[in-house]
């Protein structure tokens, strides 16, 4: 499986932006997606994940502002990010979890918030 992940850049604060992670490969494998993000000098941290049968959990942090969902005839997982704040920026990640309990990270995509 190869995960590709696409559509950061700048945007001022409450904006919108929507992030694309599109897999390839062995998609039956993909149990769920998700998408993490990692500001400087931070950990990385847990954003929302959506399982293949459209359940999915948003952090608090994001709840309200951002949504995660699918497209399974594009092999692709979103992430719509509204009211985008400062504190919002960071690089994004792509993560797939697969159904033998491992899981594996996509390239990741920077989100700057600034004005």
């Known amino acids: 499986v190869q995960l590709q992940a696409s559509g950061g850049g700048l945007v001022q604060p409450g904006g919108s932006l929507r992030l694309s992670c599109a897999a390839s490969?062995?998609?039956?494998?993909?149990?769920?997606m998700g998408w993490y993000r990692q500001a400087p000098g931070k950990q990385r941290e847990f954003i929302a994940t959506?399982?293949?049968?459209?359940?999915?959990i948003t952090s608090d942090t994001v709840k309200g502002r951002f949504s995660i969902s699918r497209d399974n005839a594009k092999n692709t997982v979103y992430l719509q990010m509204n009211s985008l704040k400062p504190e919002d920026t960071a690089v994004y990640y792509c993560?797939?979890?697969?159904?033998?309990?491992?899981?594996?990270w996509g390239q990741g995509t920077l989100v700057t918030v600034s004005s």
């Open positions: 959506i399982t293949n049968t459209d359940s999915s």
């Open positions: 490969g062995s998609i039956s494998s993909i149990r769920a």
């Open positions: 993560k797939a979890g697969l159904w033998d309990g491992s899981s594996l």
